[in-house]
């Protein structure tokens, strides 16, 4: 009985070595394989910063800026200068639109007041006319059936 668990004892062992040996191997790749890395990206930032061509961009890529901020800044500035003038537009437009909604309501209310005359002046006989008729179209039944 001692002897199996002595051999299971050994294999446990064994296998904790091979684990603990395999992760130092892993963690030893990994350091080099960043090693590596680290050193590759550092020389060519160091040779970005030391290339004329480089340089040039970002020069030109910073006097592009400049240029975008002072255009913009510019550009907000005349808005804000058009602005006044949009209102003062606006305004006058306002006021052109309400004075010609006022003068076509008041001919809409002429129209209409002339409308009424000319229907009252034409339903008026019209009416006189259909009451005379009904009463000669009463009276001539009356008297036809008095026959």
């Known amino acids: 009985m001692l002897a199996a668990?002595?051999?299971?004892l050994m294999i446990f062992l064994a296998l904790t070595s091979v684990t603990i040996v395999t992760n130092t191997l892993l963690i030893w790749f990994a350091?080099?394989?960043?090693?590596?890395?680290?050193s590759t990206v550092t020389?060519?930032?160091t040779e970005v910063e030391r290339s004329d061509v480089t340089q040039a961009w970002l020069h030109s890529m910073q006097t592009a800026a400049k240029h975008a901020a002072n255009f913009t800044e510019r550009?907000?500035?005349?808005?804000t200068d058009v602005e006044g003038c949009l209102l003062h537009a606006q305004e006058q437009y306002g006021l052109a639109l309400a004075k010609a909604d006022s003068k076509l309501e008041e001919v809409g209310n002429v129209l209409c007041a002339n409308a009424r005359k000319v229907r009252d002046a034409v339903a008026k006989p019209a009416f006189s006319i259909m009451s005379f008729t009904a009463v000669v179209n009463q009276l001539r039944k009356t008297f036809d059936v008095n026959e």
């Open 5 to 8: 668990m002595e051999t299971r």
């Open 31 to 38: 350091y080099k394989t960043f090693a590596t890395l680290t």
């Open 43 to 45: 020389d060519a930032l």
């Open 75 to 79: 550009a907000k500035q005349k808005m």
